[in-house]
């Protein structure tokens, strides 16, 4: 597909300024929703980098998503002659934020044993271990039939 030098470029620079881009899957749309440029122009050349490997690709519910690989941060700046200084925003670090905690603090144990609340889980297999043996097999019966 001919794609023009001017389209090409508007992409390229989009998607080193963000660090990502995204695109509906529909051939048919005049326009992409974020660039002056036909989204089935967009998915060719995203599908051209992606055989690169200068992007990552990732589709999801009729969606493409597109993050732009270190190798490529470096093509793009070639392409584009951009200085060393620029970086696209998903590489740049925010100052003095301090990384998402995910758990309990430090110091503190979760509930229970197995972390699921009281000890529960535990307890219950105790119980059925008691009743003929190990697992599901019935009291007894050897695990022959039902």
Not at 76 to 88: D, K, T
Not at 115 to 127: K, L, N, Q, S, T
Request: net charge positive; aromatic share 12%.
């Amino acid at each position: 597909m001919m794609i023009p030098k001017k389209n090409k470029i508007l992409v390229y620079s989009y998607l080193f300024k963000e660090g990502c881009l995204v695109a509906p899957k529909d051939f048919y749309k005049p326009k992409h929703d974020e660039i002056d440029v036909p989204n089935i122009q967009v998915m060719q050349l995203m599908k051209s980098l992606k055989s690169k490997g200068w992007v990552a690709e990732t589709f999801n519910w009729r969606w493409y998503y597109w993050t732009l690989s270190d190798e490529g941060v470096e093509k793009m700046r070639q392409y584009l002659h951009l200085p060393e200084e620029y970086v696209p925003n998903t590489h740049k670090k925010k100052a003095g934020a301090a990384p998402a905690r995910v758990g309990p603090p430090t110091g503190e144990k979760p509930e229970g044993e197995g972390g699921r609340g009281g000890g529960f889980d535990g307890e219950y297999r105790r119980e059925r271990e008691g009743e003929g043996g190990k697992g599901f097999g019935g009291k007894g019966k050897g695990g022959k039939g039902f």
